[in-house]
């Protein structure tokens, strides 16, 4: 039996919920405690993932669920579509699995979100349980209630806000998560000094080496404050009517390189902290920072492995159709999310021509 070692609540009146953190989570049945009965438990992950954490999770469940399940999907972003979203919802129909079936997602942010996606929409509803396996998914995609998938002309563009039951963070399963995935996953923990905690942003500086090295003290610290700053955020404005949106800085420019190289080509991870770059980089060009912000953002992210140039292929005006129809543009303008001082994001729009120029400061020569 291991305890966990943090709780941080999402407090979200009727779908509050906890992100558990710790080590031994996933085959402790004390973690389930407290779920829904049903007849039947279902476990979404993909071929990775799952020689890897099934069978524990499965253990685990059967001591509560007569029934488990488990749904198989194809790895990887590219599968993050309709194809795979009809897969579950095959399965499920074929083994009469009714609208008490509690999902469980297995996996990284591409299985979190498709299944959250599908608990939303099977049978109008159905709870599902976020256990989140990359470091990614611990600090952002498991927590706050956004699910989708992805359409070839945008990222994430079909989805629907669901917030999970319960989240259990088990600190365990980044022990086998390839160096580019860790890497990929600290570009999200980064994000969120700059846009809310400037200390936060020291921590991570003073302990990048102990977390590319996985020490669970420095990676329990650094699950547990993304979630309470996202917890913080999410708790305020669950639907991204304006405050969650700081959550995407970085990401205008990262969906565009995802988009524009095709999915799976750069990870999620690597376009934000490339994007984080030019966010940086736009937010200086607006007088918002100082040059010494953005080059202290591109060395630390160039320090946690990720790239910080822009690939070749694109060029500036491919990304600015691209972020065109980003989920925060309104009218065909592109709002970006800048940091105005260091700790405080806002959303700001700009001149096609500045925003041209910030990218193409940071495109690889
Ligand atoms: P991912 O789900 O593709 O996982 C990365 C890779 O690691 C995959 O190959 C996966 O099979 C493998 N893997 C997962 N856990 C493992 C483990 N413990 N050991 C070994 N291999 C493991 O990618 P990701 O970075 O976790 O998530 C990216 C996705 O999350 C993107 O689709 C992005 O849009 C989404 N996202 C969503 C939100 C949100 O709020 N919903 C936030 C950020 C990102
Ligand atoms: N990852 C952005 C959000 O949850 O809003």
Redesign the pocket.
């Known amino acids: 039996m291991h305890t966990p070692h943090a709780s941080v609540a999402i407090d979200l009146a009727d779908r509050s919920y906890d992100i558990r953190i710790g080590t031994g989570l996933l085959g402790d049945e004390a973690s389930y405690a407290g779920l829904p009965a049903a007849a039947c438990a279902v476990i979404v992950t ?4 799952a020689p ?2 099934a069978a524990r999770v499965r253990q685990a469940l059967s001591a509560r669920y007569a029934r488990v399940l488990e749904i198989q999907l194809p ?3 590219v599968h ?1 579509d309709w194809d795979s979203l009809n897969r579950i919802f095959d399965r499920l129909l074929e083994a009469g699995c009714d609208r008490k079936t509690v999902l469980f997602a297995l ?7 498709m299944t ?1 996606f599908a608990a939303a929409c099977y049978m109008r509803g159905v709870p599902f349980v976020q256990l ?6 611990q600090v ?9 998938i ?1 359409h070839p002309r945008g ?2 563009m079909i989805g629907a806000f669901y917030q999970p039951l319960r989240v259990l963070a088990d600190l365990d ?6 160096p580019r ?1 860790l890497s ?2 600290l570009a ?1 923990v980064i994000k969120y000094g700059p846009i809310a905690d400037p200390s936060f942003l020291d921590w991570i500086e003073s302990h990048l080496d102990a977390l590319l090295a996985r020490d669970k003290a420095a990676l329990a610290h650094a699950v547990q404050r993304s979630c309470e700053i996202k917890a913080w955020v999410v708790g305020q404005d669950e639907r991204e009517s304006g405050l969650r949106a700081i ?1 995407n800085f970085g990401h205008t420019f990262g969906h565009a390189i ?1 988009a524009g190289l095709g999915y799976g080509e750069w ?3 690597e376009a934000v902290g490339c994007g984080m770059v030019m966010a940086s980089e736009l937010s200086a060009r607006l007088g918002l920072v100082g040059a010494d912000f953005v080059e202290r953002m591109r060395r630390l992210i160039q320090r946690a492995g990720l790239p910080v140039a822009g690939p070749r292929a694109l060029s500036a005006s491919r990304y600015l159709e691209l972020m065109r129809v980003d989920k925060k543009s309104e009218g065909g303008e592109i709002r970006f999310v800048v940091v105005e001082a260091l700790g405080r994001a806002g959303m700001r729009g700009a001149p096609d021509a500045l925003v041209a120029q910030v990218i193409e400061a940071h495109t690889e020569r």
């Open positions: 993909n071929e990775t993932v890897l954490y790895d990887g972003e993050k996996g990284g942010g591409v299985i979190g979100d959250g989140p396996t990359t470091l990614l998914a952002d995609s498991s927590v706050g209630g956004k699910t989708a992805n990222k994430n399963t980044l022990d086998t998560l390839p995935e990929a996953g999200e959550l995802e990870l999620h991870g």
